[in-house]
């Protein structure tokens, strides 16, 4: 008899996410184990009651989601909890805090439908720049188009974290070419963000919710564009004529997309690396890995 699918759901959060737990029992998980407050410290001996429970071709039966609101909080728990496994005695692992992971690649593979991303011979022509740069999301469009080799500004309200998230950027893709730029105050012809904008291919607004990030006038500056793609569903919108439900929609000389027209595709990514996870006891799935499973649904 096949052992159940077990799903060890580790949240940095008070309250585990119940949007996450969901969408793991829709996409197979048969048990479904839910902590709260996880700590590294804490996981250390949640990942050893994985590990040492089940035996041989069993332990791909189990599983980790590392969730929450604290990115940053997850990313050490994701850490901690690839340290404690040894040898072959391991279990599978998906991350995706705040669902940054599973949108950035959705917004990724969305884009990939109009530009060449990737393709050796656009390498070093295509330019993106990421509104919202150093928050969840806005990191991880810019780690992953960085890797597709597309040059990438870095937009933040604050200079400092922008040059921070490149650096981290760097760090990790170092081929990649990425430029910081502060977006606050009004974009204004002339200015070094409303430059960046005027050479963009690609514009993602990835800020926090309810903000408009590029407002028309900023937008009309935006000449290259072929793609615009905000990913904020609370009014008012991160892109200024961009609705939540547009997908694909042509806009003028762009093709757009809101947060709900990027939503299918994270939602499918979600899904399919869920089931991913009872494939095998030693996959890792963060951004990157998401990606490939976004392009190849």
């Not at 060890?8 to 969901?22: E, G």
């Not at 728990?77 to 959705?106: H, I, K, M, W």
């Not at 760090?171 to 963009?200: D, F, H, K, Q, Y």
């Not at 997309?257 to 499918?268: D, I, N, P």
């Amino acid at each position: 008899m096949a052992a159940s699918r077990i799903l060890i759901q580790l949240d940095c959060d008070p309250q585990p996410s119940t949007f996450d737990s969901i969408v793991a029992v829709d996409a197979g998980a048969e048990v479904l184990l839910r902590h709260g407050d996880v700590t590294p410290d804490a996981a250390v001996s949640l990942v050893h009651g994985a590990m040492f429970t089940r035996g041989g071709a069993d332990l791909a039966a189990t599983a980790i989601f590392i969730g929450g609101s604290d990115v940053a909080a997850a990313e050490a728990v994701c850490e901690r909890v690839r340290q404690t496994f040894f040898g072959p005695v391991r279990v599978s692992v998906l991350l995706d805090p705040a669902g940054a992971n599973t949108t950035a690649s959705a917004a990724v593979v969305a884009a990939g439908r109009h530009l060449p991303l990737g393709d050796p011979a656009a390498a070093g022509t295509l330019r993106a720049v990421v509104l919202g740069g150093t928050g969840p999301v806005g990191q991880r469009v810019a780690r992953l188009l960085a890797r597709k080799g597309v040059m990438v500004t870095v937009a933040s309200r604050s200079l400092s974290r922008a040059a921070e998230v490149c650096g981290r950027i760097k760090a990790v893709v170092p081929a990649g070419r990425l430029e910081p730029l502060e977006s606050s105050g009004a974009i204004t012809s002339g200015t070094p963000l409303a430059t960046a904008i005027a050479a963009a291919d690609l514009i993602v607004a990835a800020g926090a919710a309810g903000v408009t990030l590029l407002d028309a006038a900023a937008r009309g500056l935006a000449g290259r564009a072929q793609v615009l793609i905000d990913l904020n569903a609370v009014p008012p919108a991160g892109i200024e004529g961009i609705a939540a439900t547009d997908k694909a929609r042509q806009d003028g000389a762009a093709v757009v997309y809101g947060a709900l027209g990027v939503g299918g595709t994270k939602m499918k990514i979600h899904r399919a690396a869920i089931r991913r996870l009872f494939e095998s006891n030693d996959a890792v799935l963060d951004a990157e890995e998401l990606l490939a499973i976004g392009e190849s649904l």
